[in-house]
């Protein structure tokens, strides 16, 4: 981020807290008053372009499964290389995420396979909307969540995006770190030069206020690149060779566009290490955000292998990367999408926008080893106007657990966070007692 950004960041948000004065609401977290008890760092992992749920978390028990899919299902778990690996009777894993079946089996994995929005958009850019403001149905601009979430923390900076540019989720009056994606994380860019950095500064030279703030960010920038080249460097000569398949782009565009922003997913185990990386480096960072694209497989889905598997199967190395960096007692990682896709096959043999999708939990504190909440079948009268998921949970309630449980958030304030949510009694088990 260039110095003229960061400053400018700095003045927003300070008129934007002078402008709100006593309107703005101020949530205190439960552990405010106890010290010693500082609650687990919180990281959400986005799939843009609609991520298929039942692809990863296969309904093998489901015949109507089967059915719906004559060419892209997942076979039923029979030891082979190309069938689902059984986590119980009703669902098993994708086979390209098998590297997850010991997190499943150690019970810190877990899976809501009928979550969502409740809004029943169809558009990837509205629904994402939603999603990151917390507000389903409303288009209206506001701040993300977790912007507004970071004010918990009481540091200058409590919140982290690795990838995107400008993220709509951190978007706010809450002062952010982002940081580019990949390989680009450590480049210091023009900073780097003393004498184009000592050119800038002097720009602020009248105002102390603003220099001080333009120097911070220099610094930063600089001390963020070199610790991210020092790590990957490292990685690099520790990791064993490893061939990374890459999507087919035969629908490209289309794909594009539904990305909104975000980068490939090829990138994601990369920014999940900068990720990890800088938020051990820096305690006060609590919240993190990672995203993807790549996901809307209108065409040529595939099963065991093909554009989906190639994805998951970047995405398990991804949630690798940060079980690595996120084991701590309170830490929960995310995986969450838009919206979900449709149970049956196209004419293409891909799969079209869907409502209800499977969502992720990954921590010491989750419950896991097995799915939670509803689930209600793939027969058609169960299906969302007879061809998707549909959506028993809110994302919000999800949400609002982990918050609860693992950040210490009084369910009042999660209130205001997320208008209009209400509490989910049927994810109470979600979190360990």
């Not at 982990?402 to 009694?425: H, K, N």
Request: proline fraction near 5%; charged fraction near 15%; hydrophobic fraction near 45%.
């Amino acid at each position: 981020m260039s110095a003229f950004n960061l400053a400018t960041m700095h003045l927003n948000r300070r008129h934007a807290l002078l402008f709100l004065g006593a309107n703005a609401w101020a949530m205190r977290p439960a552990w405010a008053d106890a010290p010693g008890s500082a609650p687990g760092r919180l990281v959400l992992v986005f799939l843009r372009g609609a991520y298929d749920g039942i692809s990863a978390l296969v309904p093998h028990g489901d015949a109507q499964y089967y059915k719906l899919r004559p060419s892209i299902a997942i076979a039923q778990p029979d030891g082979g290389a190309s069938s689902a690996l059984a986590l119980d009777k009703l669902f098993g894993l994708h086979p390209a995420m098998a590297g997850l079946l010991p997190l499943w089996q150690q019970g810190v994995l877990a899976a809501i396979p009928g979550a969502g929005s409740p809004d029943s958009t169809r558009s990837h850019f509205d629904a994402q909307h939603h999603w990151e403001t917390g507000l389903p149905g409303s288009s209206a601009a506001g701040a993300g969540w977790m912007n507004s979430l970071s004010k918990l923390y009481g540091t200058e900076r409590s919140a982290l995006g690795v990838g995107e540019a400008n993220p709509q989720i951190l978007a706010g009056p809450q002062a952010v770190q982002l940081v580019a994606s990949g390989q680009a994380a450590t480049r210091a860019g023009a900073l780097a030069d003393t004498r184009t950095r000592e050119a800038i500064l002097k720009m602020y030279a009248a105002n102390p206020s603003l220099a001080q703030s333009a120097q911070a960010g220099a610094d930063s920038r600089m001390q963020t690149a070199a610790t991210l080249t020092q790590a990957q460097t490292e990685a690099a000569m520790a990791a064993a060779p490893q061939a990374m398949a890459s999507a087919p782009d035969k629908d490209q565009a289309i794909q594009q566009a539904a990305n909104n922003g975000a980068p490939p997913v090829q990138g994601l185990a990369l920014d999940a290490q900068n990720l990890g990386t800088l938020m051990a480096k820096n305690r006060q960072l609590r919240l993190g955000f990672l995203s993807a694209g790549g996901w809307d497989t209108h065409l040529n889905q595939g099963n065991t292998t093909g554009t989906l598997a190639n994805n998951l199967g970047n995405l398990s190395r991804a949630l690798l990367q940060l079980r690595r960096h996120f084991s701590e007692p309170h830490d929960v990682v995310v995986v969450a999408s838009e919206f979900g896709r449709t149970c049956a096959e196209n004419g293409t043999r891909g799969t079209d926008h869907g409502h209800g999708n499977v969502m992720w939990v990954m921590g010491n504190a989750v419950a896991g080893g097995r799915w939670h909440g509803q689930w209600s079948g793939l027969a058609q009268g169960n299906l969302n106007e007879g061809r998707d998921l549909p959506v028993h949970h809110d994302f919000r309630a999800v949400f609002a657990q982990i918050l609860a449980g693992t950040q210490g958030v009084a369910r009042e304030d999660t209130e205001r966070l997320f208008p209009g949510y209400r509490w989910d009694a049927r994810l109470d088990g979600l979190l360990r007692a």
